[in-house]
C-alpha cells in the first residue's frame, strides 16, 4: 500500500485527537512525513485546503465555541476569521480562493443557513432561507454551484444551488441521511454520504451504517462504494479524482482511520501512517496491573475503549 500511496502523492490534511483535545495535521503521501499543525486542549478540526494549497481554513473553538480560523500551510499566521458567538461550521474555498462558504447561524436562527464570507472585505452573503437546516457546503470547481445538505425535504438530502439562479435542486430522495458532498476535481460527479435504513425504526433501534456513496453531478448513478458495517464517513477526492479518502470505523480498529480507495471500486487499504505521534499528543498510556502488565502492548489494547486512542477524520487532500 505504502509505494501506492506514494505514488499518487500530494498532501492530506485531516483532524486527530480524542474528546475536544482535536488538532489538525498534514500528511506528505510522497515522504510520509508526518506534521503536527495545530496545538492546544480545545478542538482545531474539519480543515481545507485553499485551492493553491498555501492555506488552510478550519473551525476551531480556542475562544468561542465554534469560529472559523484561516492558517498558512505550514501551520503558522493563524488568523481567527468570526467573531460574533455565532456557529460556524464545514467551511470550503471558492475555485478562485477569494471566498469561503459555510454552515451558520449568523442572524441567530436555530436553524444552519449557507452563508459565503467573501475574504478581501470580510462581508457576507446569505445563499440559503429555510425553516430547515443547510449544511456540508462545497463548492464546484468551476464555481457556478454549490452543493450542500439539507432537510428541507422531510430528511437529509444532497441539493445543488445554482449561484447565479439561485435556483436549488434535489439530488437525493431516499429513506435515511444523504449528507456531506464533495464534488470530483472534474465536477462530473459528486461523492457523499449515506445512512440508507429501511426504516425510522431501523435508525432509531440500531446504529447508523454510513457508507460513502457516489452519484453523477446531475444525481444520477447513484452507487455505493463501501459496505463496512459500521462508520465511512468524511469522504474527500484525491487531486487528480482517480480516488477517495474517508475516515472509517471496522472491527478491531480503535476508533476511525483513514482509508484510500479509487474511484470505480476495489478494497480500500489503510493509509500507511504511524500513528505514534498522534497518540503521544493526546497522551495515550497503555498499560496494566497485577499479571496484566506482563502483557503485551497489542493485547492490553484491546481492553480499552476505542475512543482512548482518539479518531482520524475530515481528511482533505491537495497536491
Excluded at 454549490?146 to 444532497?158: C, E, K, L, N, P
Excluded at 472534474?186 to 446504529?207: C, N, Q
Excluded at 458495517?229 to 479518502?245: E, K
Amino acid at each position: 500500500m505504502r509505494p501506492f500511496v506514494a505514488e499518487l502523492g500530494g498532501r492530506i490534511l485531516f483532524n486527530s485527537g480524542e474528546g475536544k483535545d482535536t488538532d489538525l495535521w498534514c500528511l506528505d503521501l510522497g515522504t510520509q512525513e508526518l506534521r503536527q499543525l495545530t496545538f492546544g486542549s480545545w478542538r482545531n478540526w474539519k480543515g481545507r485546503w485553499s485551492p493553491d494549497g498555501k492555506q488552510i481554513v478550519y473551525v476551531s473553538d480556542k475562544l468561542a465555541p465554534s469560529d472559523l480560523w484561516v492558517m498558512n500551510a505550514s501551520g503558522d499566521n493563524a488568523t481567527r476569521l468570526t467573531k460574533d458567538g455565532r456557529w460556524y461550521d464545514r467551511p470550503a474555498w471558492s475555485p478562485d480562493g477569494r471566498r469561503i462558504v459555510c454552515g451558520s447561524n449568523r442572524e441567530g436562527t436555530e436553524d444552519n443557513e449557507i452563508w459565503i464570507l467573501t475574504l478581501a472585505d470580510g462581508s457576507w452573503t446569505r445563499l440559503t432561507e429555510s425553516p430547515a437546516s443547510d449544511f456540508y457546503p462545497h463548492w464546484s470547481p468551476d464555481g457556478t454551484r454549490i452543493a450542500f445538505s439539507s432537510s428541507r425535504g422531510g430528511s437529509d438530502d444532497v441539493w445543488v444551488l445554482d449561484l447565479q439562479s439561485r435556483q436549488t435542486t434535489r439530488l437525493t430522495d431516499t429513506p435515511g441521511r444523504d449528507f456531506s458532498p464533495a464534488w470530483s476535481p472534474d465536477g462530473t460527479r459528486i461523492a457523499f454520504v449515506a445512512d440508507r435504513a429501511d426504516s425510522w425504526r431501523d435508525r432509531l433501534h440500531g446504529d447508523p451504517d454510513l457508507d460513502v456513496w457516489l452519484m453523477n453531478a446531475d444525481g444520477s448513478a447513484q452507487h455505493r462504494m463501501t459496505t463496512n458495517q459500521g462508520t465511512d464517513r468524511c469522504v474527500a477526492w484525491s487531486p487528480d479524482g482517480t480516488h477517495l479518502v474517508y475516515s472509517s470505523a471496522r472491527p478491531g480498529d480503535c476508533g476511525e482511520r483513514l482509508r484510500v480507495m479509487r474511484d470505480d471500486g476495489g478494497a480500500p487499504a489503510a493509509l500507511p501512517l504511524d500513528r505514534r505521534p498522534l497518540e503521544r499528543e493526546i497522551g495515550v498510556r497503555v498499560s496494566g496491573i497485577g499479571l496484566f502488565r506482563f502483557l503485551p502492548e497489542s493485547v492490553l489494547r484491546k481492553f480499552y475503549p476505542d475512543s482512548h486512542f482518539g479518531t482520524e477524520t475530515y481528511p482533505d487532500w491537495t497536491r
